[in-house]
Nanobody
Framework: QVQLVESGGGLVQAGGSLRLSCAVS????????MGWYRQAPGKQREFVAV???????NYADSVKSRFTISRDNAKNTVYLQMNSLKPEDTAVYYC???????????????WGQGTQVTVFS
């Protein structure tokens, strides 16, 4: 069973920075997309950022110019550098990977367990 292991969440003052990491527990034959979503209390999970295998990255408007997504394909790891954090960035952040385990497998979508990010003013 493929697992996504997240780390890097925590408590930070507004204006500060955090870096999230998400490592895939086993080698994947192919990973199409690696991304981040977040869910604040009482709200639906929302898209934050994605890194495609083509090298393209996309961001939610609310985090553009503040967050940077990157990936290390050799380590099957995706990162989210979060700068200039705001209280409204407080949420549980989830890693998401779209990939397949072998050449004959179908693509599957995987989720991490979530890591809490709390920004106080």
């Amino acid at each position: 069973q493929v697992q996504l292991v997240e780390s890097g969440g925590g408590l930070v003052q507004a204006g500060g920075s955090l870096r999230l990491s998400c490592a895939v527990s086993e080698t994947m034959f192919s990973i199409n997309a690696m991304g981040w979503y977040r869910q604040a209390p009482g709200k639906q999970r929302e898209f934050v950022a994605v890194s495609l295998s083509s090298g393209t990255t996309n961001y939610a408007d609310s985090v553009k110019s503040r967050f940077t997504i990157s990936r290390d394909n050799a380590k099957n790891t995706v990162y989210l550098q979060m700068n200039s954090l705001k209280p409204e960035d407080t949420a549980v952040y989830y890693c998401n990977v779209d990939g397949r385990k072998s050449w004959y497998s179908k693509f599957d979508n995987y989720w991490g367990q979530g890591t809490q990010v709390t920004v106080f003013s």
